[in-house]
């Protein structure tokens, strides 16, 4: 702790807004709206994100819910999870490492961070909901396999409420 | 307990709140609610309600600020706001314009 030139959320320590730096970012505790930095965002084992995050590179060994985008790279670690999607060049998941959501590596724009694209996510999850609960009268593997469909789709849709 | 660290090239814009001391070297534009130790570093810049149990002011202030202990205003530090504490200390070379409530009962 205490190095100078960089920001560090300590673990009882709770932001909800927007956090922009020049520099790196370490989570240890919980952020619940937008993080942007030009250089690393680092979400430590304990930290939470609630929201979206920016940055040239991001590693998670935290939880996180809500889009990345990594302008270099993104790591998840063997603790980390992340329930949104992930925009990057270059990525790595460590074994034990968990996602739930589109991972996209051709350059593109996260689709999510789009106004028109996250209404029409929007839109479409109460239907996908309402077939759940039809098929849910079938075998049990099939409501586990919708489950994951489930769970990968409202994260932004939760993060935009949050904000 | 680590101490939460807001360095000299993050700016934030919102709440922060915590039990752990905070220390602000960047921007802060917003809420600080903290129930230990705030301080504003010399390269600090809090535009911002602030509460906390000890409050230290090196660098610069706006705002209206709460120091359930005691309010430390320090050399070199610009403070523009109304401070609430029942103990305050001012240092020379400090600049601060406001008022002081310290909630002295009539006797």
Avoid: W
């Amino acid at each position: 702790m205490g190095q100078e030139n960089r920001t560090e959320i300590a673990s009882q320590t709770v932001i909800s807004g927007e956090i922009e730096a020049q520099e790196d970012i370490v989570v240890f505790g919980r952020v619940e709206g937008k993080i942007f930095s030009s250089a690393t965002v680092d979400i430590e084992e304990g930290g939470v994100v609630k929201g979206f995050i920016k940055a040239n590179e991001v590693v998670v060994s935290g939880f996180i819910q809500g889009d990345i985008e990594g302008k270099e790279r993104v790591e998840i670690t063997e603790h980390g999870r992340v329930l949104g999607n992930i925009a990057t060049p270059r990525i790595v998941l460590q074994e034990g490492g968990k996602i739930c959501g589109r991972i996209l590596m051709d350059g593109s724009p996260l689709p999510l961070r789009d106004d028109a694209v996250l209404g029409k996510g929007k839109g479409s999850v109460p239907p996908s909901r309402g077939s759940t609960g039809l098929s849910s009268g079938k075998t049990s593997p099939k409501v586990e396999s919708v489950k994951v469909v489930r769970s990968s789709r409202p994260s932004p849709t939760i993060s935009e409420e949050e904000k | 307990m680590g101490a939460t660290v807001i360095g000299s090239n993050t700016r934030i814009e919102g709440k922060i709140l915590g039990d752990d001391p905070i220390i602000v070297r960047g921007a802060v534009k917003g809420d600080i609610d903290g129930n230990g130790m705030v301080e504003v570093d010399t390269s600090g810049k809090v535009e911002a309600k602030v509460k906390a149990y000890q409050l230290i002011i090196k660098g610069n202030v706006n705002g209206v600020v709460t120091g359930l202990e005691k309010v430390e205003i320090l050399s070199g530090a610009r403070m523009v706001g109304d401070v609430k504490t029942p103990r305050i200390l001012i240092s020379d070379g400090a600049i601060f314009k406001g008022r002081v409530d310290m909630e002295i009962s009539e006797v």
